[in-house]
């Protein structure tokens, strides 16, 4: 009889765990922004859509400011993003009654890449990347000689990611001192395939992307050295990890509306996200954050603390010990 009891038991467990995985296995969850957080995100997606038994994430790749836009207005749960929200998204957002949970998943290092034939950019200083990239060198600074008397009286072709990215605001603010401030006579797009293309296809092309994507790429690309006055860096898990690699080095975050929590596979998509981050962004070629780090994150979403440790300022300069810091003093 007793056997009997615990059998009824087991059966009853087995159809209410069945029951709560078909509560939000039929959901959709929509994620948007950041096409550098999006190999982490799709890495993602596609393993807990294994294990949740139907449930569809869609991940799209409209850039950082883009995926803020569609967030802030509630087209989408989750925004991918590889940079802190600006203050007038996050005006955007309590206008539209939007509550946001800031979640950091990994850091990066902003690769600058050349095309493997050059042989003469191998290093650039801040301030040549600067000279190459500021607003005020739209239509003057053409030639590679230009930036550096050194280098070949070749045209220089430049790659970059559009304006709604975050890569772009991130670098533009790192190199040029202020966010979106850059010449406009360069290739753009949100999409870092074809700025791949561009540079590998041409001997004079200059770019910018996320590390990993140079990673993926390393037969068609070449990574430049840094240097910030301190010596020249080449940007690797090491360098970001070390803190060497400034100022091309920065968090990356996904950004969680409060009342798609509300949502059963929303809410399971996120506490499986922070909890198998670590490994899932590494796989991807990100760098992962500490332990401690995700213990905060998962923190944030079981207490819903909504809100942005940045308040609206950029993340330039910040290491991952920086990071850490924060969170655990917010």
């Not at 493997?116 to 003057?140: F, I, M, R, Y």
């Not at 000689?145 to 890569?167: C, E, R, V, W, Y």
């Not at 940007?235 to 968090?251: A, F, H």
């Not at 332990?291 to 994150?297: F, I, L, N, S, V």
């Amino acid at each position: 009889m007793k056997d009997l009891k615990k059998l009824a038991a087991v059966f009853a467990l087995i159809a209410m765990i069945s029951s709560n995985t078909k509560a939000f296995a039929a959901g959709t969850i929509a994620v948007d922004g950041s096409s550098t957080v999006y190999p982490i995100t799709e890495a993602v997606a596609e393993e807990f859509q294994k294990q949740s038994q139907g449930a569809m994430v869609t991940v799209g790749i409209s850039g950082t400011g883009g995926g803020f836009k569609r967030f802030c207005r509630g087209e989408i749960d989750i925004a991918n993003a590889s940079r802190p929200i600006k203050t007038k998204e996050a005006d955007m957002c309590f206008d539209n009654g939007i509550e946001y949970i800031e979640l950091p998943v990994a850091f990066d290092g902003l690769a600058v890449v050349i095309n493997p034939k050059n042989d003469w950019a191998t290093t650039l200083t801040v301030k040549e990347l600067k000279k190459a990239w500021e607003a005020s060198a739209q239509g003057k600074i053409t030639n590679w000689n230009q930036i550096n008397p050194k280098f070949p009286d070749a045209p220089i072709k430049l790659a970059g990611p559009g304006t709604d990215s975050g890569t772009f605001d991130y670098f533009t603010e790192a190199i040029n001192g202020k966010a979106g401030a850059s010449r406009g006579d360069f290739t753009a797009s949100e999409d870092d395939n074809v700025l791949v293309q561009a540079v590998s296809n041409d001997v004079n092309a200059l770019g910018y992307f996320g590390m990993a994507y140079y990673e993926e790429n390393q037969d068609k690309l070449k990574a430049v050295a840094i240097d910030n006055g301190n010596g020249a860096v080449l940007p690797s898990s090491e360098t970001v990890i070390g803190g060497s690699y400034q100022p091309l080095s920065r968090p990356l975050f996904i950004y969680v509306s409060k009342k798609s929590l509300e949502k059963p596979e929303v809410k399971a998509f996120v506490e499986y996200y922070v909890r198998e981050a670590k490994n899932l962004v590494k796989e991807v070629g990100y760098v992962p954050l500490p332990d401690e780090a995700y213990h905060y994150a998962s923190e944030k979403v079981k207490n819903q603390k909504i809100g942005s440790i940045f308040k609206g300022k950029g993340a330039v300069g910040f290491k991952i010990a920086d990071l850490t810091a924060k969170e655990k003093s917010n």
